[in-house]
């Protein structure tokens, strides 16, 4: 059985609720787009875009019992935060449990909320079209798309500010990969 982008289309289709698909579908257009204006592999983005928040469809007590499970807590801020866990949930499963091995999309996945330093342009690719996919429409949004598609690493770094931004208006906790993130992005590009 190989697992294709339609394959998971079909189980997103399934197991998600109509707005989230609407959403992954969006993820997988717009992440397809700029992984063709950027030569990175379509089939990698549109795998990672399919699957990126199927664990979505557990409920947060089960997410953080399945991240416990899996050892993926790295944070203590992971336990106070459990919104931030079903990347790294879906990217276990799909190692797990369909044989999904390739490093960059299992990465692309697990990383598409908090991101990482030093991510890959797959991943900087997912954690940006998540947040900037045809459905989003907060202000700001078409700005931080026209960055993107221009330059994928500085619209990434637009997007990280766009989330804390946000994070601080609404009073919420930075998480520290967030901050790790940004703060690596931004040394990166000072280069
Ligand atoms: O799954 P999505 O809704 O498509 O988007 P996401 O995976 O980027 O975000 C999931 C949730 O995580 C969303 O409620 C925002 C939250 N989040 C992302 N970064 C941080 C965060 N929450 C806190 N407290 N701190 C963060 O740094
Ligand atoms: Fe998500
Ligand atoms: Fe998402």
Known sequence: MSYTPDYFRTLAAEKLTAERFQHTIGVEAWAGKLALKFGLNKQAAALAALTHDLAKQFSLTDQLAKAKEYDLIYYPEDLDHPQVLHGRIAAYVLENEYQISDR????????????????????????????????????????????????LSRG?????????????????????LTILTYEDLKHELSK
Do not use: W
């Open 104 to 151: 960059d999309i299992l990465n692309a996945v697990a990383n598409h909320t908090l991101g990482r330093p030093k991510m890959s342009p797959l991943e900087m690719l997912i954690y940006s079209a998540d947040l900037t996919e045809p459905g989003r429409n907060f202000p700001g949004v078409d700005k931080l798309r026209q960055k993107l598609y221009h330059d």
């Open 156 to 176: 990434t770094l637009a997007c990280l500010e766009h989330t804390m931004q946000y994070l601080i208006n609404n009073k919420k906790v930075i998480h520290p």
